[in-house]
């Protein structure tokens, strides 16, 4: 087990957490039109890591979300985590901002029990909102298992047909709404209230913490720059 620092900014909720040993310890969340709510960062960051000091609770590593969501807001989110991994000498964790909304539905067992021997096992759809009728999405199954990756989807009623049409799908997280009266297919169903808060960084984080699956602090960059930096000519000699 291992005590990590979570840093969640991709959205309108910015949210802080620390965990130990699977436990939230600490918990901070701040509410803010586009992004808004990024700017108390820094406060909300001082505030954890005054706690954990003031306990004599040394930190193993800081995961952020990587997106995809809010270009300020994922900025913001990853340049004060690798500042205070390059400060306090820490290993840095990247969750995927989508992987991490569907904690809370699996945490909850929301959709415990709605598959049956005649019924195939369901998918999961978390959803960011990406403006207009776009969302960023991918489907997965119940361990997490990428059934389709990330991608921006323009919604209309075929969408995800060629899914719905096998097993049922849950929509949930900040852009599902924009979907509710366009998909009306029977295999289709809607969560509310989902929204990804750093305290249910800490499943995925932690898995990430054990297998030693750690960023480079120098180079990691969030979801919306990683196209750009594969892409980007070396500089002339």
């Known amino acids: 087990m291992a005590t990590i620092l979570h840093i969640e900014t991709s959205t309108n909720a910015c949210s802080v957490a620390v965990t130990e040993d699977g436990q939230c310890i600490f918990e901070q969340v701040e509410?803010?039109?586009h992004g808004a709510g990024a700017e108390k960062l820094g406060t909300m960051v001082d505030e954890a890591l005054s706690f954990t000091d003031n306990h004599a609770i040394p930190f193993d590593a800081v995961a952020v979300s990587c997106g995809p969501g809010s270009y300020t807001g994922l900025r913001i989110g990853?340049?004060?985590?690798?500042?205070i991994c390059y400060g306090r000498d820490l290993k840095l964790l990247a969750v995927p901002t989508l992987e991490l909304l569907c904690v809370p539905v699996l945490l909850r067992e929301i959709i415990?029990?709605?598959?049956?021997a005649d019924s195939p096992e369901p998918l999961l759809c978390p959803m960011l909102d990406a403006r207009r009728m776009e969302v960023y999405a991918a489907l997965y199954d119940r361990a997490l298992k990428p059934v389709r990756p990330v991608s921006a989807d323009i919604v209309d009623a075929n969408t995800y047909k060629?899914?719905?049409d096998q097993r049922p799908i849950y929509f949930f997280g900040p852009g599902a709404?924009?979907?509710?009266?366009?998909?009306?297919?029977?295999?289709?169903h809607y969560i509310d209230g989902m929204e990804p808060l750093a305290k249910w960084m800490q499943p995925l984080a932690e898995k990430r913490f054990l297998n030693g699956q750690f960023e480079d602090v120098a180079?990691?960059?969030?979801?919306y720059l990683k196209d750009f930096v594969a892409i980007k000519p070396k500089p002339l000699l």
């Open 78 to 83: 990853v340049s004060m985590a690798k500042g």
């Open 162 to 164: 060629e899914y719905l």
């Open 177 to 188: 709404a924009k979907c509710m009266d366009t998909i009306n297919h029977p295999n289709a």
């Open 219 to 223: 180079y990691f960059v969030p979801f």
């Open 112 to 116: 415990a029990g709605s598959a049956s």
């Open 31 to 33: 509410h803010g039109e």
